[in-house]
T-cell receptor, first 111, second 116 residues
Framework: GNSVTQMEGPVTLSEEAFLTINCTYTATGYPSLFWYVQYPGEGLQLLLKATKADDKGSNKGFEATYRKETTSFHLEKGSVQVSDSAVYFCALRTGGFKTIFGAGTRLFVKA | DVKVTQSSRYLVKRTGEKVFLECVQDMDHENMFWYRQDPGLGLRLIYFSYDVKMKEKGDIPEGYSVSREKKERFSLILESASTNQTSMYLC???????????????FGNGTRLTVT
């Protein structure tokens, strides 16, 4: 079946450090891929998405590239800020209604 | 902006009580979902609905039911609450039109339910 695996957290970085959160997936067909972010006390919100191979999604300095050959969708940011502290979820959707989520990776950014 | 509103942020209920969690969205979305969020497990789909009065089981429907009498409202019902249903519950909606399968989910802020 379809599944998403993302790196375990927590990830702790200093401000301005480079961030990578790894995400790999297993899916039949050609899924759309998403990163969602959950700030403390809030629900999830869409961070970025990519709908086909080699697409790059980007938003707020975050980027992720849909790599079909490695079934990966790693999240990166060149310089993190304290305000980026949150939980990040990788997710996929194939042709139906269901979105499959990874377990989430908590990021702490220290000033 | 899409707004998904969950009626309660925190609820404390006793074992065996019937519990109603309410969710309302204001963007005329066709699809609505209930997830539960537990540490280390991510989000797991309980039920979803793609139209008024339509419902489909998700991955963990046992112990839950849902109701969708109006397009904007989707209720989750715990028929007889148990301690293993203590969790964060998240409601979401999405559109079928436009981006279709690529349309993102829009989430409410969640209801943290504690069953004692």
């Amino acid at each position: 079946g379809n599944s998403v695996t993302q790196m375990e957290g927590p990830v702790t970085l200093s401000e301005e450090a480079f961030l990578t959160i790894n995400c790999t997936y297993t899916a039949t067909g050609y899924p759309s891929l998403f990163w969602y972010v959950q700030y403390p006390g809030e629900g999830l919100q869409l961070l970025l998405k990519a709908t086909k191979a080699d697409d790059k999604g980007s938003n707020k300095g975050f980027e992720a590239t849909y790599r079909k050959e490695t079934t990966s969708f790693h999240l990166e940011k060149g310089s993190v800020q304290v305000s980026d502290s949150a939980v990040y979820f990788c997710a996929l959707r194939t042709g139906g209604f269901k979105t499959i989520f990874g377990a989430g990776t908590r990021l702490f950014v220290k000033a | 902006d899409v707004k998904v509103t969950q009626s309660s942020r925190y609820l404390v209920k006793r074992t065996g009580e019937k519990v109603f969690l309410e969710c309302v969205q204001d963007m005329d979305h066709e699809n609505m979902f209930w997830y539960r969020q537990d540490p280390g497990l991510g989000l797991r789909l309980i039920y979803f609905s793609y139209d008024v009065k339509m419902k489909e089981k998700g991955d963990i429907p046992e112990g839950y039911s849902v109701s969708r009498e109006k397009k904007e409202r989707f209720s989750l019902i715990l028929e007889s609450a148990s301690t293993n249903q203590t969790s964060m519950y998240l409601c979401a909606s999405s559109s079928t039109g436009g981006e279709g399968v690529n349309s993102p989910l829009h989430f409410g802020n969640g209801t943290r339910l504690t069953v004692t």
